[in-house]
């Protein structure tokens, strides 16, 4: 049974990628067609993501997310229009946090991607990130760059290899219950999707290497399963992504074991969305993330439409929780800090901090949002107001689940 410990190492920068990018020798496709060798870019593990640089119409090498669990390419607007991208069309695009938005479908000529690989035209749709992605990423790049054909990715040795006449041999990996999904509509990547059990219940998850931590289940399994519970330990989660975030908060519990296949996990981290939140998100329960899949080498088979896996030398990467067990709100006018959510069993919770407590001190929302995201062990004293009555509370935040 594979238990989850801490990673905090990765084996390539953004800045060595952006190098390896530009300084790397081009293979034009007509050339790969008659090769039965993959073709191999670079790629990098970091801030939990994974990176890969690609070019545009000569540009200097960008960076782009590599997310598996993306239907299609996105792209910064003002990196389109720099670029003179060609609009082709209007597009309407929604994820984990529901919120719609419309963007121009424009084509992308002479794309090459990792220095490896040259593709005449690539579509993508203009995308505002905001503040929530790294400043550095220029777009998201979908899932058909992994099932487009028979594609592996390695995070221990750093590389996306693509199999364009098929992967020779999988000796080594094993196959997990799994299919590719499949679309009507060919600019809609096909993405990965596996059965799982997670405390003996089955899921249906998709790989999304673009979402941190291990397991998310989204509200209409989190619903049936019964698993979003203030009977158990959990630590309060805002949940987000493209679209933006959940209107209500998450849950992080501890579950007991994780069942993909002949693979088993003890003890993950699994982070749970409120069940009352509507939830039509697609066919699927929920999604594995990259602190899980980085711990496997990944391989797309498209003959059977299977994924193959094999496991690495990196550990699975345990998701960050508050150790103080606590969730913070200011007011709009910025003038109140409130706890909106206390997770039971954590060290606040047990020093007797509720849901509805205004803190006083420290004063400012950033100030108390710093003091409770405190280092493990370190003490943290709260003055708060419940009603009418001010009282002082202390605890040490800690792991508790």
């Known amino acids: ?34 090769d039965s060798k993959p073709i191999t870019c670079s790629i990098s593990l970091q801030d939990g993501r994974v990176w890969i640089a690609a070019s545009i119409k000569g540009s200097k090498p960008m960076l782009f997310i590599v997310d598996t669990g993306a ?36 084509t992308a000529r002479e794309f090459v991607l990792g220095g490896a690989l040259r593709v005449p035209q690539v579509g993508f749709t203009n995308y505002d990130f905001g503040k929530d992605f790294h400043p550095d990423m220029a ?10 054909y028979d594609t592996d990715i390695d995070f221990e040795h750093s590389q996306l290899r693509i199999w364009q006449q ?41 790989c999304d290497t673009g979402a941190p931590g291990n397991v998310l289940l989204f509200a209409n399994a989190a619903y049936a399963s019964g698993v979003f519970s203030s009977n158990r330990p959990y ?10 975030r959940a209107a209500k908060l998450s849950r992080i519990v501890r579950m007991q074991s994780l069942q ?87 060290p606040a919770a047990v020093a007797g901090l509720r849901i509805g407590d205004i803190v006083l001190e420290p004063s400012g929302f950033t100030q108390a949002a710093h003091a409770v995201s405190g280092e493990d062990g370190k003490a943290v004293t709260l003055k708060v107001r419940r009603g009418s009555e001010t009282r002082t509370i202390s605890y040490t935040p800690k792991p508790w689940f």
């Open 1 to 34: 049974m594979i238990e989850t410990t801490d990673l905090s190492t990765f084996t390539l920068s953004r800045r060595s990628l952006i190098a390896g990018g530009a300084a790397a020798t081009l293979l034009p496709t007509g050339l790969l067609a008659a």
């Open 71 to 106: 239907a299609f390419n996105m792209i910064r607007p003002e990196i389109s229009a720099a670029l003179k991208l060609p609009v082709a069309n209007v597009r309407g695009s929604v994820g984990l946090g529901k919120n719609e938005s419309q963007g121009e479908f424009v």
């Open 139 to 148: 777009g998201i790049l979908a899932a058909g760059l992994f099932t487009a």
């Open 166 to 206: 098929g992967r020779p041999n999988r000796d080594g990996l094993i196959v997990l219950p799994s299919n590719i999904t499949r679309s009507d509509d060919f600019n809609i990547s096909r993405k990965v999707v596996v059965n799982a059990v997670l405390d003996g219940r089955p899921y249906r998850l998709l």
């Open 235 to 244: 630590a309060p989660q805002r949940t987000g992504g493209i679209g933006g």
């Open 260 to 346: 993909i296949g002949p693979i088993a996990i003890g003890h993950p981290l699994v982070e749970v969305m409120n069940p009352t939140v509507d939830d039509h998100m697609s066919d699927h329960d929920g999604l594995i993330g990259l602190d899980l899949l980085s711990a496997f080498l990944l391989s797309t088979d498209l003959r059977t439409n299977k994924l193959w896996v094999g496991r690495n030398n990196l550990p699975i990467r345990q998701p960050h929780y508050s150790l103080s067990g606590i969730w913070l709100e200011r007011s709009r006018d910025g003038s109140t800090t409130t706890v909106t959510d206390v997770g039971a069993g954590s």
